[in-house]
Nanobody
Framework: QVQLQESGPGLVKPSQTLSLTCTVS??????????WNWIRQPPGKGLEWMGA???????HYSPSLKSRTSISRDTSKNQFTLQLNSVTPEDTAVYYC???????????WGQGTQVTVSS
């Protein structure tokens, strides 16, 4: 059973960098044919895909967030990390990490972590 757990600060000030880590257990982030994703849900809105890191380490980003987003990984810790720069209150959301197989749907999700951007 694969498990994902998000961690990071729940409050970030405007203009700062939001940094979240997803720790994966029960499966390796280097396993072939999987993407490891960051997805968020602002209050009252739908899910928004932010980006992903593939088994190979290649990264893919939403065009609308690409200029502010960076996803990296630490294979020794089986973790991948999201950094979102220059945050504004509009970045307030529940942030999820999730696994998606190539050509398939999301099969494992973290429980989500609330991040509020406020001074």
């Amino acid at each position: 059973q694969v498990q994902l757990q998000e961690s990071g600060p729940g409050l970030v000030k405007p203009s700062q960098t939001l940094s979240l880590t997803c720790t994966v257990s029960g499966g390796s982030i280097t396993t072939n044919y999987y993407y490891w994703n960051w997805i968020r849900q602002p209050p009252g809105k739908g899910l928004e895909w932010m980006g992903a890191i593939a088994d190979s380490g290649s990264t893919h980003y939403s065009p609308s967030l690409k200029s502010r987003t960076s996803i990296s990984r630490d294979t020794s810790k089986n973790q991948f990390t999201l950094q979102l720069n220059s945050v504004t209150p509009e970045d307030t959301a529940v942030y999820y990490c999730a696994r998606k197989g190539m050509g398939t749907s999301y099969d494992y999700w973290g429980q989500g972590t609330q991040v509020t951007v406020s001074s």
